[in-house]
């Protein structure tokens, strides 16, 4: 008898894809609907968080519950100790913005790929693989 493996998408998400979704943005609605539906293996970083629950929709306690509902469907990494070294080398070598240079650490440390929008803000990490999924 043959054994089926299962294959997984080993992905970081960015808090611009978020974004995208929670503004209903079709290719960012469509995006997380195809994705959803298959065997994917999905992050995000804790700072993500962060981001995504500093904005003013937050204020609105419903928002913010859709908003951590959403987060819940992926799996959040913490900022360690290795992330944030590597994040003030990131940020020190290539001039990211900070949240930006965690990002791409977490991605590196979990040998992750990054999905975002903002793929020319990362293109100088040429260790990092990024892509923009829609």
């Known amino acids: ?5 299962e294959s997984f998408t080993m992905v970081m998400i960015d808090s611009s894809i978020f974004i995208d979704h929670i503004r209903g943005y079709k290719p960012a609605v469509e995006f997380f609907q195809s ?24 204020n609105d306690a419903l928002t913010r519950s859709k ?17 944030a070294k590597l994040a003030g080398d990131i940020r020190r070598t290539h001039n990211l913005d900070i949240p930006d240079a965690i990002i791409a650490a977490t991605a590196l440390v979990h040998k992750t790929e990054l999905l975002t929008r903002n793929v020319e ?3 100088g ?3 990092l693989k990024v892509s923009n999924p829609y």
């Open 1 to 5: 008898m043959e054994k089926k493996t």
């Open 35 to 58: 994705f959803l539906s298959q065997e994917n293996n999905a992050s995000f970083s804790a700072l993500t968080e962060t981001e995504l629950l500093s904005g003013k929709s937050c």
């Open 67 to 83: 908003v951590i509902q959403m987060l819940n469907h992926f799996t959040k990494v913490d900022i360690n100790n290795p992330i």
């Open 121 to 123: 803000d990362f293109a």
């Open 125 to 127: 990490i040429p260790e």
